[in-house]
């Protein structure tokens, strides 16, 4: 009886102190915060400009869809990947460069095109 | 019969009433669709240089934009939408980032969606690890949701009065990594919504940095209509 009202009693007494360090968790010094808060110390002109309202959220980058490039958008999809871009991306220099990719590609593809054209007319001219 | 008659008539009408009441509850929880006011964020920064920056915010429930029109320390207008937010320098877009939906994880979503006294973490997966009650404030601890276990720390949460009051974040290895505490609250249009929030994080030499946010003049469902809405 005396061992089970000590264990009990153990039991209580940690189940308390584990409740007082959970509960020590929301301290902070309030009156440092009201200090260094007040309205005095951010009246200076030694005021830091703020980049950003979210400085731990806001993540820079290029603006990519899936990750690939809008020049290759535009030269792997043509037409389509520049529309691609321009509704996802919604940014005018992105869709500029999937759009010189466009003609990249169109310009690749006349001269393979001519070669292969070309290539093609001397065999058979020459088989003649 | 006469008795049966009347019983129908009013177990029919309680019905009703119970759906009415019910419905209207619904209505007016879904009406608080945006909030508007003016925000002032002090901060001891990083590196000790105090940041300082007023201005308005809006945001929208149903679109889930959020719109920071900046007056100070210059005039800027932060619009965020889904992943990305879009930064405006006298109506002229001057650059875009891709960010975490800023929208739908800010205070102004959870007191419009009714989700900030358990800060949308049940909505988010997590789940419930331990209850501690004294008197009325109410300590959970929340652990994160299963597949995220080796990414996400324990968050511990202080309610009072059924309001959230505080969160303590951890990092896998129990370290505490930030503190956030809602306090002055207020009722408006049955949202219920803090004024002050404070957030506490922790230098690299275990200094803490602080950043109080401040609302005023704010306002559930006073739609501005033209110029923020301007902006896509």
Redesign the interface.
Known sequence: MKKAFLLFAFVLGFATLSSANDAELFSYNENEVAAVMSDVNFSSSDLGSVNSLEPNVLVSGSLEPLGIPAFIWGCVGGIAGVAIVHFIEEDKDETKMALWGCVAQSVVGTIVYIVAFASAANAATSGI | MKRKVFNDVLRSQLIFLFFLNFNCNLVYAQFANAIKGDIT?????T?G?????KGKFYYTLSSELLV?SLTF??HQV?VGSDTT?RIYKNGKLVN?????N?GVSSVYHLALAQELKNFGLLKSGFTIEKV?K?GK?V?T?WKPPSGLEKKLGQI?M?TEDKRL??L?FKDLNGK?IK?Q?FKKYVFLDGVTFPLEV?E??FSADNK?I?R?TEYKNVKVNDIVPGDLYRY?
């Open positions: 964020i002090k901060s001891t920064g590196t240089v105090k940041e300082l920056v920071y320390p210059n932060f937010i875009t980032q891709k960010t975490p800023l501690q004294d404030k300590i601890t511990i202080l009051s505080g303590v505490i503190k505490f404070l506490i994080t803490p602080y109080q896509p």
